[in-house]
């Protein structure tokens, strides 16, 4: 079965926006899309659209994930990837997605936005997907079954014999999505090497974290050649601003490649620093285990805690309000000295009030 039978049946009739970009590319005298014949005049050209979908930068982050161009949607940040996925899957009063919490907040608004309905199947005491649960739960309604991978807020990456029950089991039922957004930090190849065995398995990847580009807003769907075709053609006419491309290209140029290795392998040893260092602290219960640039991590008061940083000047997540979360504090890894202004705020005495 063809994982398009998933997908809501009347968009599979839909042949989309046809923009004027699409119809025909470039020619000497271009009089079809009702743009300015002259630039801005601030010294950028930027009066003509831009591709639908970049041809250079398409082909550069298929090569970067060691897929096929046809396998690769760019889209604004893999955010816009979920919304994009649980459109085409969902139909809005029927339809459900499935996810472990705690996780990333944006799959259940999307969810919300959409009208389909949220399964939730926690994850486990050591805070891994609970295989045999999340098969039992998605027999019915649930089109979109979401992982994290390493997992926002906790840190972990989900083991890959995980993901191959998972998408296995989920064949015909459902799509598994597998969220990369930090896959760089961990120590692991990426779950794209599985796209060739599940047609029914989607992998989200991002420049935000790692690459170091989230102000550029470009992520990508990795998915079969079929579900990209039909995500393109319910995405935005021209998602991608020229500006971002052009920026996002030059910053993925080969000859940055090192410095993008460099940077990651530092920061990861920021990460196990900070990780020695917060162990040491009195009123520090616990730091999960982590294969991203966060730290989750359980103090014995962190409300506490949180006014001592206050104080300091320094902001980390509250997730408190999450699923066995509650005594929680996600903390980014910074720079080295501004990991080390946290750690002073944090030994600093306590204020009584
Ligand atoms: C940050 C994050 C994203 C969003 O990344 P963008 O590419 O910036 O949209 C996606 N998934 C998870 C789990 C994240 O933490």
Same mark, same amino acid.
């Given at each position: ?156 990456? @989900? $083991?890959?014999?995980?993901? #191959?029950?998972?998408?296995?089991? %989920? =064949?015909?039922?459902? *799509?598994? !999505?597998? +969220? ?116 989750? @991590? $359980?103090?014995?008061?962190? #409300?506490?805690?949180?006014?001592? %940083? =206050?104080?300091?000047? *320094?902001? !980390?997540? +509250? ?35």
């Amino acid at each position: 079965m063809s994982v398009l039978a998933l997908a809501r049946p009347e968009l599979l009739e839909l042949r989309g926006y046809s923009s004027a970009r699409r119809e025909a590319g470039a020619a000497a005298t271009m009089l079809n899309a009702n743009e300015s014949p002259w630039p801005s005049g601030n010294g950028m050209a930027l009066h003509r659209y831009p591709e639908p979908q970049p041809t250079e930068l398409r082909r550069t982050m298929a090569s970067l994930y060691g897929v096929a161009c046809n396998q690769v949607l760019l889209c604004r940040g893999s955010g816009e990837g979920i919304d994009l996925l649980v459109r085409a899957f969902c139909r809005s009063g029927h339809d459900a997605i499935l996810i472990c919490p705690p996780t990333f907040g944006l799959y259940a608004v999307c969810a919300e936005v959409q009208g389909a309905a949220r399964i939730e199947v926690p994850l486990d005491a050591g805070f891994k997907p609970d295989t045999k649960a999340i098969l039992a739960a998605a027999r019915h309604s649930v089109k979109l079954v979401f992982l994290a991978s390493p997992n926002n807020p906790t840190g972990a990456l @989900v $083991r890959r014999t995980c993901i #191959d029950q998972l998408a296995s089991g %989920l =064949a015909g039922n459902a *799509v598994l !999505v597998v +969220d990369e957004a930090y896959i760089e930090f961990a120590d692991s190849s990426s779950t794209c090497e599985l796209l060739g065995r599940h047609e029914n398995l989607v992998v989200l990847r991002s420049l935000s974290k790692a690459w170091a580009l989230a102000g550029a807003r470009v992520g990508a769907v990795v998915a079969h050649p079929q579900v990209v075709a039909l995500l393109e053609r319910i995405a935005a006419p021209y998602p991608l601003p020229a500006p971002s491309t052009a920026a996002v290209l030059s910053a993925l140029d080969c000859t940055r490649r090192d410095e993008f290795s460099r940077r990651v392998a530092r920061l990861v040893g920021e990460r196990e620093r900070l990780r020695g260092a917060l162990e040491a602290l009195a009123g520090v219960r616990e730091v999960l285990h982590s294969d991203a640039n966060f730290l989750c @991590v $359980r103090f014995d008061d962190a #409300d506490a805690e949180l006014g001592k %940083l =206050a104080r300091g000047g *320094v902001v !980390v997540r +509250d997730v408190r309000a999450q699923h066995r979360l509650q005594d929680c504090l996600r903390i980014s890894i910074g720079t080295p000295a501004e990991n080390d202004r946290l750690l002073d705020a944090l030994a600093a005495a306590q204020e009584f009030a």
